[in-house]
């Protein structure tokens, strides 16, 4: 069992940074790979970016490649998504969760978080 804890969120204007955290619960966390994905209003999931369990191998979206990073620290349970250059666009609801081995296919997820609000706006 695997218990995910997303912070972080808020509110930034645009242009803005916001760091997101997820922090996961059991012994096995630096074994398997980790996603981000968001909701926002009105439309579907979208993935935002992976990351494998040693995490040197990192994966982006198109929509926010060179603004977001996605780093691990397996010592304490945690992923982070560093978000730069926020843009209304990505106001959503931002969750993280336990990634299958295609990073970006998120019915292959199996624990999710709460999820966190970003709200992106001026």
């Known amino acids: 069992q695997v218990q995910l804890v997303e912070s972080g969120g808020g509110l930034a204007q645009p242009g803005g940074s916001l760091r997101l955290s997820c922090a996961a619960s059991?012994?096995?966390?630096?074994?398997?790979?980790m996603s981000w994905a968001r909701q926002a209003p009105g439309k579907g999931l979208e993935w935002v970016s992976g990351?494998?369990?040693?995490?040197?191998?990192?994966y982006y979206a198109d929509s926010v490649k060179g603004r977001f990073t996605i780093s691990r620290d397996n010592a304490k349970n945690t992923v982070f998504l560093q978000m730069n250059s926020l843009k209304p666009a990505a106001t959503a609801l931002y969750y993280c969760a336990k990634a299958g081995p295609t990073l970006r296919v998120t019915y292959e997820y199996d624990y999710w978080g709460q999820g966190t609000q970003v709200t992106v706006s001026s």
């Open positions: 059991g012994s096995t966390f630096s074994s398997y790979a």
């Open positions: 990351i494998y369990s040693d995490g040197r191998a990192v």
